[in-house]
C-alpha cells in the first residue's frame, strides 16, 4: 500500500510516498524534502515567485509533522546524494532511517522554526544558473530522450557551420588536456565531474551545443546534458587532438599558473585582475587578497564587471571550476587569461 504524503518546503508541490507492509510503515520515498544528512534545500523557487523563508517554515511544519510523525525504523529513500545541488550537507549514502536522521541530521534536532529557517537557508551554495529553467521545463511536455542514440560526429564543414549557427562548444576532456590544445572559444567542462551542473552554469538554456569528448563518451555527454533540458546538441567532436593538428588555425591552449607564478603576477602586471569562482561559503577558508568574488554560477551574467583589456586570473579550491571559467572569459573575448592549479589549497600552501 502507499500513501502519498504532501510535504512542500522544497518546493511548494514536492510530495512523499509513504510504502506501507501491512498496516506498517515500511519506507518512505523523501524527494527532496529529506535527505541522508540533510533537508531539501528552501531558496531555490524564487524566479516562479516563492520565497526561502516562506518555504522553509513549509519545510519546517513538513519534517516535523509529516516524516517525524513516522516510526524510527521506517526507511528512508531520498532522490539525491552527495553531489547534487539540492542541499548543502548531503551524504553519500542511498538509504537511512527516521530514527537515524533524528539523531543525526542537523536539520532535525531540536529548534524552533526560526532557528529551522536559520539553520537551511544559510550557507547555501549559490543556485545553478540553469534552474529557473529546469524548474519551468518540467511543468511542460517534452520529448522522450533516448539516450543510446550517440550524436553526429561532425566534419570539419559541419562543426564550423554549427559554430556559425551560434553552438556553444563544451569540451568535456580534462582541465590538463584542455589546456594543451583545444578548439579556440570552446568551453572547458569536464565529464569526470559534476558536468551537466557546470555546463548549465556557463551555456545558456537554448543554445545548441557541440560536445567534445574522447571516443565512446560523446553520448554520455549528450545525455546528462539532456538530463537538465540542454537536449540541443548538434554533434559531437571525438578525435580534437586530430583535428587540430589538421587544423592549427582552429587550435588555441589554456595558461595555467602554480602559486608561485601568481605571486609574480601579482607583483608585475598591472592591472591584474583576479577572480574567485567559488560559492560564498568557501570564502570562510580565506581568498586570495584583492581578488573580487564572482561564484562560477553568476560568472556568465556578471562577465561585464570585468575588463577585457585587463590580464585576468581566475581560482576556484581545486583547479576545476576555474578551468571551466576561464575558458568561458575567453570564449566571450578576454583575451589574457589564465587559472590557478591547485586552486586555493594550492595558494594556502605556498604562503604557508
Same mark, same amino acid.
Not at 33 to 57: E, I, K, Y
Not at 317 to 338: E, K
Given at each position: 500500500?502507499? =500513501? ?167 569540451? %568535456? ?11 579556440? %572559444? ?42 537538465? %533540458? ?20 582552429? #587550435?588555441?591552449?589554456?595558461? &595555467? ?24 561559503? =568557501? ?21 561585464? =564587471? ?14 576545476? &571550476? ?20 591547485? %586552486?586555493?589549497?594550492?595558494? &594556502?600552501?605556498? #604562503?604557508?
Amino acid at each position: 500500500t502507499l =500513501e502519498v504524503l504532501a510535504t512542500p518546503g522544497h518546493t511548494p508541490e514536492s510530495v512523499s510516498v509513504v510504502v506501507f507492509d501491512g498496516d506498517e510503515p515500511w519506507g518512505v520515498l523523501t524527494g527532496d524534502t529529506l535527505f541522508v544528512g540533510d533537508v531539501g534545500r528552501p531558496d531555490l523557487m524564487s524566479s516562479v515567485g516563492w520565497d526561502g523563508d516562506t518555504l522553509a517554515r513549509h519545510l519546517y511544519r513538513s519534517l516535523r509533522d509529516k516524516l517525524m510523525a513516522l516510526p524510527d525504523s521506517t526507511r528512508v529513500f531520498p532522490a539525491h546524494g552527495a553531489g547534487s545541488a539540492c542541499g548543502k550537507n548531503m551524504s553519500a549514502a542511498t538509504s537511512s532511517t527516521i530514527g537515524e536522521q533524528r539523531e543525526t541530521n542537523y536539520a532535525l534536532r531540536p529548534m524552533s522554526e526560526n532557528e529551522f529557517v536559520a539553520a537551511v537557508t544559510e550557507g547555501q551554495p549559490v543556485a545553478p544558473a540553469y534552474f529557473p529553467f529546469a524548474a519551468d521545463a518540467n511543468r511542460h511536455a517534452h520529448e522522450i530522450l533516448h539516450d543510446h542514440d550517440a550524436p553526429v560526429v561532425l566534419s570539419t564543414d559541419e562543426l564550423a557551420q554549427a559554430r556559425a549557427d551560434g553552438a556553444a562548444v563544451v569540451d %568535456g576532456r580534462a582541465p590538463e588536456v584542455f589546456a594543451s590544445g583545444h578548439l579556440r %572559444g570552446s568551453i572547458n567542462v569536464p565529464l569526470d565531474g559534476r558536468f551537466s551542473e557546470f555546463a548549465g552554469d556557463v551555456v545558456r538554456a537554448g543554445t545548441p551545443i557541440v560536445v567534445v569528448a574522447d571516443t565512446g563518451r560523446e553520448t554520455e555527454a549528450k545525455v546528462r546534458l539532456a538530463r537538465i %533540458g540542454f537536449d540541443k546538441v548538434r554533434g559531437a567532436v571525438t578525435d580534437a587532438e586530430m583535428l587540430l593538428a589538421e587544423h592549427e588555425e582552429m #587550435a588555441d591552449v589554456a595558461q &595555467r599558473l602554480t602559486a608561485t607564478d601568481l605571486a609574480g603576477w601579482r607583483h608585475d602586471a598591472p592591472g591584474l585582475q583576479v577572480v574567485d569562482v567559488r560559492n560564498p561559503g =568557501e570564502l570562510e577558508d580565506g581568498a586570495v587578497k584583492g581578488s573580487t568574488s564572482i561564484p562560477l554560477p553568476t560568472l556568465l551574467e556578471r562577465l561585464d =564587471e570585468l575588463d577585457r583589456a585587463r590580464p585576468v586570473v581566475v581560482y576556484c579550491a581545486s583547479g576545476v &571550476r576555474s578551468s571551466i571559467a576561464a575558458s568561458l572569459l575567453r570564449a566571450n573575448g578576454f583575451g589574457d587569461v589564465a587559472d590557478l592549479l591547485g %586552486g586555493f589549497a594550492a595558494w &594556502r600552501d605556498a #604562503a604557508a
